[in-house]
C-alpha cells in the first residue's frame, strides 16, 4: 500500500515538475515545449513507460529511494530571450514547482489534522494520506533536483560559470548524463548510503512540523 501512494505521488509530481520548464521557457520566449504540445496536463503526452513508472515503482519495491523522470519538456535555450540569465529560472522553475506543492500539501495536512474532526478525517483516509505522501513527496524531488550535478537542475548554477564557448559542449554532456546518475544512485543506494539519513531526516522533518 505504500507503494501504491508513493507512486499515485510521484507520478504527477514529475510531470508538474516537467511542465513547469517549458512553462517558464515559454514565457522567456522559447515556445518550442507549447509548440510540442507539452504544456498539457494531459499525463499521456509526459509519462516515460520506464522513467516514470516503472524505475520508481522497482525501487520503492525493493526498498530504495524513489526516483523517476517524465518525458523531457523541450527547451531550446538559444530562443530565449536572454539565454544565460533565462535558462537558470528555466531549470529552478522544476524545484520551485515541487516546494508550492509541497507547501499545498502541508496546509492541507495541517488543516484537517488540528482543525477538521476525526470523522471527516476518517471519511477521506485515502485523500489524506495522499496528500501526506504528496508533500513529502515533493519536498525530497525539489532538494534532490537542486544538487548542482548535471543533469539535475541545479546543474545550472555549474552552467552559469561555464565560458560561452564551451555551452555547446557542456549541453551535450548533460544530456547524457542521466544514466550514470542513475546508477550512482542506484550504487549509493546498496552501499555507500551517502545521504540516506539526511533524506529521511527531510522526510521526519516535515511530518514533525505538520503536527505541531
Known sequence: MITFYYLLA?????????????????LC?????????RL?????RHIDPFGTILLPFLLIATGLPAFGWAKPVPVNV????????????????GPLTNIILSAIAFVYVHYELHHASAAIINSSTSFFTFMVFFGVVNLILAVFNLL?????DGSAVIERLVPARHLPRYYQLRARALPFLMGA?????LTLHV???W????????????QR
Open 78 to 93: 538559444a530562443r530565449l530571450r536572454k539565454p544565460r540569465s533565462q535558462s537558470l529560472y528555466v531549470s529552478l522553475a
Open 29 to 37: 520566449g522559447d515556445p518550442t515545449a507549447k509548440n510540442a504540445h
Open 10 to 26: 510521484i507520478v504527477p509530481s514529475i510531470i508538474l515538475h516537467e511542465i513547469s520548464h517549458g512553462f517558464v521557457a515559454n
Open 40 to 44: 498539457t496536463l494531459n499525463p499521456l
Open 199 to 210: 533524506l529521511s531526516s527531510l522526510e521526519q522533518h516535515w511530518i514533525d512540523l505538520v
Open 195 to 197: 545521504g540516506a539519513t
Open 148 to 152: 548542482p550535478i548535471p543533469p539535475l
Open 185 to 189: 544512485l542506484i550504487l549509493n543506494a
